[in-house]
């Protein structure tokens, strides 16, 4: 009995081994075929992209994977690739329907590989062109999706998102309700990292909305929550730049100046393409509290040369116009770069202020040889229309740049004479205040010897 016991004990044994065997023959053909497919589509991609697309398509949310950690590695090449083929392809539609194809997929794979998905396709999205309002329906989507599925981390960072893309289409009303809601949720946490970011976008609404009050409460808070906590250098570069750009709407360029640098410093270290914004800031810092000479060494130094371009050039154009003092090159300047000047806000907002202090300053030496001068006259020999110059007129003498008067039947400016500073009248308020203490020290006397 036992002899016949271990004979069956070792059919076992033997038909097990051939089993697994079996099985692990079985997974290494699985992973051939998919690896083949796997080569098969990007080789043929080069060749077909429409049927590399469909053969990637089909590898990225066919199949199950179990608990199997490399079938979830494939996986992920294989949405890596869709995703590399449809941005490429400039599909945004195609990177849509994926996110919507891949949620199957979503519930058998860990939480923190998902939000890494979901992160990557909008990322391919976002470097379309002309499709911001398509990332705010994606980012939507995604933001229900992940509420009804409880996945609150994942949410959290989508809905950033949604407001910053918000601020760039300036939906600055709908970015503030969302970020409101935002900062209640992630102060309950206490994600900290998290709560610097929205700060900080906090903050960039509120100085596009010009309430800088606002914008500086919120950039302290950012400041505050940053100190209890390890922060990344792209994140501390966002809070440099974000110091820098409100201490230049204070006037304060040299303080900017340096927080600019920071920021570059940083971003260049990282080969952050949000460098050449912070170094155009610099540039423009230099220019703006009155420096503009140090502009060239600027670009020409180590950290500078690595981004010469138009960027550059067009900072380096309004500098050389504003060392010379010539308005019409710096009128030149900002039509030539347009693109690289006018639609940044920032930059357009200081240069607007520069082109009104070179308008002044070439005003008033135009008008310093003159007691009586005709606006007409200004206009032509300023080359500007001859509203525009009255205008100007008018608001400099409200200032009390210009100490004169507007003419308006006869077309003139008159400048009135210098009336020198007459110190008769401050020293007799000085003496009747003399007599006030005098006659207050004598009354109260007074006052003592009838007691």
Request: proline share 3%; charged share 30%.
């Given at each position: 009995v036992s002899s016949t016991n271990v004979s069956r004990t070792h059919h076992r044994v033997h038909v097990d081994e051939r089993t697994s065997s079996a099985s692990f023959c079985t997974f290494l053909r699985t992973t051939e075929e998919e690896e083949a497919r796997m080569d098969a589509g990007e080789s043929a991609a080069k060749g077909r992209p429409a049927d590399a697309e469909a053969e990637l398509r089909a590898l990225a949310i066919d199949g199950d994977?179990?608990?199997?950690?490399e079938a979830i590695k494939r996986k992920e090449q294989a949405i890596a690739a869709t995703v590399e083929s449809l941005a490429a392809r400039g599909d945004a539609e195609g990177l849509r329907r994926l996110m919507h194809e891949l949620r199957p997929l979503y519930a058998?794979?860990?939480?923190?590989?998902?939000?890494?998905?979901?992160?990557?396709?909008?990322?391919?999205?976002?470097?379309?062109?002309?499709?911001?309002?398509?990332?705010?329906?994606?980012?939507?989507?995604?933001a229900?999706?992940?509420?009804?599925?409880?996945?609150?981390f994942l949410r959290q960072r989508i809905e950033a998102r949604l407001v910053n893309l918000y601020l760039e289409t300036k939906e600055f009303t709908a970015a503030l309700e969302l970020i409101q809601k935002l900062l209640m949720e992630v102060k309950r946490l206490d994600d900290k990292l998290l709560l610097v970011d929205i700060h900080l976008l906090e903050s960039r609404i509120h100085?596009?909305?010009?309430?800088?009050?606002?914008?500086?409460?919120?950039?302290?808070?950012?400041?505050?929550?940053?100190?209890?906590?390890y922060v990344p250098p792209a994140t501390q570069s966002s809070i440099d730049s974000q110091s820098g750009v409100l201490h230049a709407e204070e006037k304060d360029y040299k303080t900017a100046y340096s927080y600019f640098f920071e920021a570059f410093e940083q971003q260049s270290t990282l080969d952050d393409p949000r460098a050449i914004l912070s170094f155009k800031y610099m540039l423009l810092s230099k220019i703006m509290c009155n420096q503009a000479d140090d502009v060239a060494n600027i670009i020409s130094s180590k950290g500078g040369l690595k981004y010469q371009g138009v960027d550059v050039d067009a900072m380096q154009a309004v500098a050389t116009s504003y060392t010379k003092r010539s308005l019409h090159e710096f009128e030149r300047s900002l039509r030539d770069y347009d693109a690289q000047l006018g639609q940044d806000p920032i930059i357009q907002n200081h240069l607007n202020s520069l082109y009104n202090t070179l308008l002044e300053q070439n005003l008033c030496r135009l008008i310093e040889p003159?007691?009586?001068?005709?606006?007409?006259?200004?206009?032509?020999?300023?080359?500007?229309?001859?509203?525009q110059v009255e205008v100007k007129l008018s608001q400099m003498i409200l200032d009390k740049v210009i100490d004169g008067t507007l003419d308006q039947g006869a077309g003139c400016l008159i400048i009135f004479d210098e009336i020198p500073p007459n110190s008769l009248y401050p020293e007799a308020i000085d003496t009747m205040?003399?007599?006030?203490?005098?006659?207050?020290?004598?009354?109260?006397k007074s006052e003592k010897l009838a007691a």
């Open positions: 994977v179990g608990g199997d950690g058998k794979i860990a939480k923190a590989k998902t939000a890494k998905i979901v992160r990557q396709v909008i990322d391919a999205i976002a470097k379309i062109p002309g499709t911001k309002q398509l990332q705010v329906e994606v980012c939507k989507e995604q229900e999706w992940a509420r009804s599925e409880k996945r609150t100085h596009a909305l010009r309430n800088l009050p606002k914008a500086k409460a919120a950039l302290t808070a950012a400041r505050t929550a940053a100190n209890s906590i003159y007691s009586r001068v005709e606006i007409a006259h200004l206009a032509q020999r300023i080359e500007l229309p001859e509203k205040k003399n007599m006030e203490g005098v006659v207050a020290s004598l009354f109260r």
